[in-house]
């Protein structure tokens, strides 16, 4: 059984061990020690520690190997190492197999208390997780602040929001441009009894240049650059005590990343032009719609804080993954637009325009079912909406339904069919028969799109 608040501080060097547990011990933390992971193993064997705070290079079992081990036999054990400069790059690859962070020698005092707190507001989301997922368990919520689903994967999400907010622990939110990114940073923001009444700061970072976006977080003094007249608090800052939202944070440049890669883990930065360090408690919550371990691979993204970012990761399906909210959604933007639009109360929708927008696959996800809603409201001429307040392209676009009318025979391979190809026309008149940018809009490869205009007989299709 584990031991609460209880430490084990493993090291083959005497005076860093003591050192390191005195510390802790001051923090009120129980603390053991161990001189190699052999050692240590032995020990957790009669008495287990919540944190293992271990050098990485010792005799015997070192620290990579005690990792191993620990995370193989007690999963539930937090893991940090210990490394001098030159083995960073092996502590960060330990943080793919398990390990909860790394600190660089010789260990800072702050820095491992913050790492500790960290740990133990992390365990807490655990505990009130299991708790959450039984009082939740007959729920299924339509609605959550702002969010509109009752799909399942939409729960899971409810209920980690609910589990993540009251801790600090950063969070990395992913999905494609339209699904609602910002709606789950707001989520997690008003789900903090602590934090809802404070500020909440987004920054879209892909929408400034790197000057200006560095200057925008973190603020500058008079005279840092031409413009500088004055000086000026960032939005870290501004955010201080409350959320900061860095929406496109793939848009940072390895330069930038390396000051936020700072302030994630200490807190502290310095103003553009400045050498005074300032120091803030923000609640930091990214968001991408790029595949972050691929510009890893590419080298436009650190590794390191990437992991530093990817503390807790909240993954937003596609609305073509959740079909089954688009009546709800339909019915909330109906709602909503009909009180916006002056004279138009409409709030119903045939059945034939619903299973047009239920066929088509929505590339623009919840944001491009948003703005056809609108449109269809602003153009319509009577009191529901119908099939021919949608633009041309969803007009034309078949569904199984509408074949099955006609007293065909429809196999669930043909229906595929029908919709494959109505999208592929879609997406070839957006793209202006752009084949590589159709491609890319559709996640396939440009071979596969070939073959299958080939097959529909669509080759020369631009409308």
């Known amino acids: ?78 893991v940090v190492l210990a490394t001098g400069y030159g083995s960073i790059e092996t502590a960060v690859s330990a943080m793919k197999e398990g390990a909860f962070d790394y600190v660089t020698k010789p260990i800072i005092d702050n820095e491992i208390k913050i790492i500790i707190k960290r740990i133990y507001k992390q365990k807490l989301i655990i505990d009130e997780n ?117 929406d496109e944070i793939d848009a940072f440049s390895p330069q930038l990343q390396v000051k936020l890669l700072k302030v994630l883990q200490e807190g502290d930065f310095e103003r553009v032009g400045d050498s005074e360090t300032i120091h803030v408690e923000v609640r930091a919550i990214a968001a991408t719609n790029q595949d972050l371990k691929k510009l890893i691979e590419q080298k436009l993204f650190r590794e390191d804080l990437y992991y530093r970012l990817h503390v807790i990761s909240i993954d937003i399906p596609p609305l073509r993954e959740r079909k089954d909210d688009i009546r709800l959604l339909t019915e909330h933007f109906l709602e909503e637009f009909s009180k916006k639009i002056k004279d138009k109360k409409i709030n119903k929708i045939s059945e034939e325009a619903i299973e047009i927008l239920l066929a088509y696959n929505w590339p623009g996800n919840v944001r491009e079912l948003e703005n056809i809603l609108e449109r269809a409201i602003i153009l319509c001429k009577g009191d529901i909406i119908v099939k021919a307040d949608f633009p041309d392209f969803l007009q034309d676009l078949k569904t199984p339904k509408s074949v099955l009318k006609q007293g065909k025979k429809l196999y669930l391979k043909e229906a595929l069919k029908i919709s494959e190809m109505a999208i592929i026309k879609d997406a070839l008149t957006r793209c202006r028969g752009n084949r590589k940018k159709v491609s890319e809009l559709l996640g396939i490869n440009r071979t596969t799109l070939y073959n299958k205009m080939k097959e529909f007989d669509i080759l020369d299709y631009v409308e």
């Open 1 to 78: 059984m584990i031991n609460k608040k209880y430490i084990l501080v493993v090291d083959d060097e005497p005076l860093t061990r003591k050192s390191l547990c005195e510390i802790l011990k001051i923090e009120g933390y129980k603390v053991d020690q161990a001189s190699d992971g052999e050692e240590a193993l032995e020990l957790i064997k009669n008495n287990r520690p919540e944190i293992i705070v271990t050098d990485l290079k010792m005799p015997k079992v070192d620290g990579l190997a005690l990792l191993r081990e620990v995370k193989l036999k007690y999963p539930d054990i937090a």
């Open 130 to 246: 299991i708790s959450l997922k039984q009082r939740l368990a007959a729920n299924n919520r339509t609605t959550f602040h702002k969010i509109i689903g009752q799909n399942q994967s939409m729960q899971r999400i409810y209920n980690l929001i609910e589990s993540v907010a009251p801790t600090n622990a950063t969070v990395l939110i992913q999905g494609e441009s339209g699904t609602g990114k910002s709606l789950i940073a707001h989520a997690l923001h008003q789900s903090d009894a602590e934090r809802k009444d404070k500020s909440f700061v987004e920054v879209s970072c892909g929408a400034l240049p790197e000057n200006l976006l560095e200057s925008e977080l973190f603020g500058h003094v008079k005279g840092s650059f031409t413009s500088a007249i004055k000086d000026r608090r960032g939005r870290f800052e501004t955010a201080n005590g409350g959320t900061i939202f860095l």
